[in-house]
Each structure stands twice: as C-alpha cells, then as structure tokens.
C-alpha cells in the first residue's frame, strides 16, 4: 500500500525535478541554435570574402607578369637602340677624327705635291679638286 | 454497510492507484529521456560552435594573410609599373637621340667614303708616283685585310 505511495510521490518528484531541467536546457539549445547560425553565416561571408581576395591576388599576379614580359621587352630594344647609339658615336667620331686630324692634313700635302706633280693634280682634280 | 476503515488505503490499492503511480512512472520516464536527448543535442550543438569558432580563426588569419599578401603584390605592380614608364621614357630619349645624330652619321660616313676613295687612288698612286709614296709614308697609310686604306694618326710624324 505504501510501496505506491512512494512510487507515485518519487516518480512525481523526478517529473517534477527534470521538467524544469529540460526547459532550461531547451532555452540553451534555442541560444544555440541562433548562435550557430550566426556564426554559419559569418564564416559564409568570410569564405566569400577569401575566394574574392583570391581573385584579385590573382588578377594582381597575371598583371605582374604581363608587366614584367612588357619590361623585359622595353629593355630588350632599349639595349638595341644604346648599341645603335653607340655605334653612330663611333662613327660620328671617327668622322670628327677625319675631318679635324688626317684629312686636312693630307689634303694640304696632296696639294703641295700636285704644284709639282701633274700625276698628283689629276689625281685631286678626279675627285672634285680644283 | 460500514464505509471502509481506511479509505485512502483502500483507493491506493485501487486500480486508479495503479494507474496513476503508472503514468506518474511513465512521465519521469518520459522526462529523463527527453532531458537526456536534449543535453545530447546541446552538447553536439556545443561541438558545432567550437568547430564554427576554429574555423572562422582559422578563416579569419587566411584572410589577413592574403590581404598583406594582395598589399605587397599592388605595392610590386606599381613599382613594376614605374619601372616601365621609365624604360619608356629612356627608349623614346635614346630614340630621339638617335634620330638627332642621323644626319651627323650620313655626313661622316660620306666624309669617309670620299676620304677612303681619294687614298685609295693615293696608295694605287704611290707604286709608281715617289711623291704618292713619300706622303703614303708620311701618314702610315696602308691598306687592311678589307683592302681598304687606313692610316693610324698616332704613327703619323
């Protein structure tokens, strides 16, 4: 007779005891629940956020090396045009060098022979020298 | 009839006792199982968080570490672009160099040609002329492996 009594009151108590238990522990999972979600969200964004500034690394790397093959062709002519440079100087110089040093120098020698040497006038005379 | 000496007893040992100590039984442990189940959910709803939370760290360095990374990179493209205005700028001044010496050029080339053609004449002169000679003698006029005449000003007296 008791043995129900005590049965009803103890399985009582434990209905009584868990159902408060489980409702905190449902509002817990609800928090949960909405924080999960969140921050699902938030690491979306962030994925979204690296696959761009991928991109962009990328678009970035094949700018630089378009640049780069542009550079390294600029430069290839650059060298081209110095050397063409170069060798208009040796030329212009050895030009200076004819007209300021040998050449007046010879043709002033040529025409004091040719006063004397008829061979040497018709030489001078060939070439436009009167 | 009498009523009973001890009604409360004579009720629990009825079968609505039963009955209720029953359902009371069944709701602790329906309660217990319910309690159980939602402390598994909140504790795998636990793992999720934490795993979300190291993973948005994780996520999180990635994204500042291609940040610095797409700095440096720009920060390089500008340089790289700076580089090549200045290259630009010396081929269009060695270009304009270039053309400003041409006629320089044509004119010592046709200086030299004209010079080159008089000592060749010279030094075809000079094997039978004495006063050719003495003068092909004088400037060290000789001819190179071209056959062309050349004369070193240095040797020159």
């Not at chain 1, 009594?5 to 949960?32: C, E, Q, R, W």
């Not at chain 2, 002169?125 to 005449?149: C, E, F, N, W």
């Amino acid at each position: 007779m008791k043995t129900l009594y005590v049965i009803f009151i103890a399985a009582s108590a434990v209905f009584l005891v868990l159902s408060p238990i489980g409702l905190l522990i449902g509002i817990s999972i609800h928090d949960l629940q909405s924080d999960v979600q969140k921050r699902q969200a938030e690491l979306l964004t962030i994925e979204e956020k690296i696959e761009e500034q991928k991109q962009t690394l990328q678009t970035l790397a094949d700018k630089k090396e378009a640049q780069e093959k542009d550079i390294f062709a600029l430069r290839k002519d650059l060298r081209t045009q110095q050397e063409v440079l170069q060798a208009q100087q040796v030329q212009i110089d050895k030009g200076n060098a004819l007209s300021q040093q040998l050449w007046p120098s010879l043709l002033r020698d040529m025409a004091a022979s040719a006063m004397t040497n008829e061979r040497m006038k018709s030489l001078l005379v060939s070439h436009g020298y009167k | 009839m009498n009523p009973p000496i001890n009604p409360p007893a004579a009720r629990a040992n009825s079968p609505l006792g039963w009955l209720l100590a029953a359902v009371a039984v069944g709701l602790a442990l329906l309660a217990s199982t319910l309690v159980f189940a939602l402390d598994v959910q909140r504790t795998v709803l636990q793992d999720r968080q934490a795993q979300l939370v190291r993973a948005y760290s994780l996520r999180e360095a990635e994204s500042k570490r291609l940040a610095a990374s797409t700095v440096t990179a720009e920060s390089e493209l500008d340089r790289l672009n700076q580089t090549y205005e200045d290259g630009k700028s010396d081929l269009t001044r060695v270009t304009e160099a270039r053309s400003k010496r041409e006629p320089l050029v044509e004119q010592s080339t046709s200086l030299q040609v004209k010079v080159e053609s008089v000592i060749v004449d010279l030094v075809t002169l000079a094997k039978s002329d004495r006063d050719a000679q003495m003068i092909v003698t004088r400037y060290h006029i000789h001819q190179d492996a071209s056959g062309l005449p050349v004369s070193d000003p240095a040797e020159k007296k």
